[in-house]
């Protein structure tokens, strides 16, 4: 697997009406092209219907937003880790405030994720569990206090000391994954904190998926890395 590169940011597209069928594609330009103009690492998350198409038109790393604890076989309606590899992608999210799993079938994807060669993001809602799965040894971590997610306040502003608290407690078990932070986060400003606080980069979604100029948003973004 080739190198992150950091600072990092992940566009995850959930499951917005902008995102879907081609638009998914056109926000994916989009985060590549200021990738390429600005130098920053960005990821994109489509949602699984445009995973494949996306992942096999832009040169930017894409992520899948959620995988499975299946094995290949009889899992109908369920996505295995070896089938968003077989996609293109990269990696995935894994236990999205939005799509929990168990802690159990957190350490299967993870595991799963390995063999086949994919990098997991392991997201947390608080310190203590981001530094709880960092025992997985996941290539990265993202704390998002819930109650934070799709609002208008950055979790930088809100909660700081969530970013920071999480930062020390995965750096207790392995200071070498990296730990990002998400909800609210919009703005250059805002990852300049993220990145003050500790965070390797950020994990957003309505901040580009709802802007109407997405590629302003993303310039905004990164503008002050
Ligand atoms: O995965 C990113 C996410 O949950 C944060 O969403 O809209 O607050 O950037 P948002």
Same mark, same amino acid.
């Given at each position: 697997m080739?190198?992150l590169?950091?600072p990092a940011?992940?566009v995850?597209?959930?499951a917005y009406?902008e ?5 998914s ?10 990738a390429?103009e ?7 998350c489509?949602?699984?219907?445009e995973l494949s198409q996306?992942?096999?038109?832009v040169?930017i790393?894409?992520?899948a937003?959620?995988a499975d604890?299946k094995s290949?076989?009889s899992?109908?309606g ?8 077989a996609?293109g ?6 236990n999205?405030s ?5 802690q ?5 994807v993870v ?6 060669g994919?990098r997991s993001c392991?997201?947390a ?5 981001t530094g709880?799965l960092?025992?997985? @040894?996941?290539?990265? /971590?993202?704390v998002?206090?819930?109650? #934070?997610i799709? %609002?208008?306040?950055s979790?930088t &502003?809100a909660?700081p ?11 207790k078990?392995?200071?070498s ?5 998400g909800?609210g ?7 300049? @904190?993220?990145?003050? /606080?500790?965070a390797?980069g950020?994990? #957003?979604?309505? %901040?580009v998926v709802?802007?109407k &100029?997405?590629r302003k948003?993303l ?6 890395i």
């Amino acid at each position: 697997m080739s190198e992150l590169r950091f600072p990092a940011i992940i566009v995850n597209f959930k499951a917005y009406r902008e995102v879907e069928g081609d638009r998914s594609l056109r926000i994916a330009l989009e985060c590549q092209t200021v990738a390429e103009e600005s130098g920053v690492n960005i990821m994109a998350c489509p949602p699984m219907t445009e995973l494949s198409q996306v992942a096999r038109a832009v040169k930017i790393p894409v992520m899948a937003q959620h995988a499975d604890p299946k094995s290949p076989g009889s899992a109908t309606g369920w996505t295995t880790p070896e089938m968003v590899k077989a996609s293109g992608a990269m990696g995935t999210l894994v236990n999205h405030s939005e799509h929990r799993l168990s802690q159990g079938d957190i350490a299967i994807v993870v595991g799963a994720c390995k063999k086949v060669g994919l990098r997991s993001c392991i997201c947390a809602d608080t310190a203590e569990t981001t530094g709880r799965l960092s025992e997985l @040894r996941p290539e990265m /971590l993202a704390v998002e206090p819930p109650e #934070l997610i799709g %609002g208008d306040v950055s979790v930088t &502003d809100a909660n700081p000391e969530v970013v920071s608290d999480a930062v020390s407690a995965a750096r207790k078990v392995d200071a070498s994954i990296p730990v990002l932070c998400g909800a609210g986060v919009k703005t250059g400003k805002d990852v300049k @904190r993220a990145l003050e /606080l500790g965070a390797k980069g950020v994990l #957003l979604a309505s %901040g580009v998926v709802k802007s109407k &100029d997405p590629r302003k948003a993303l310039q905004d973004l990164v503008d002050l890395i």
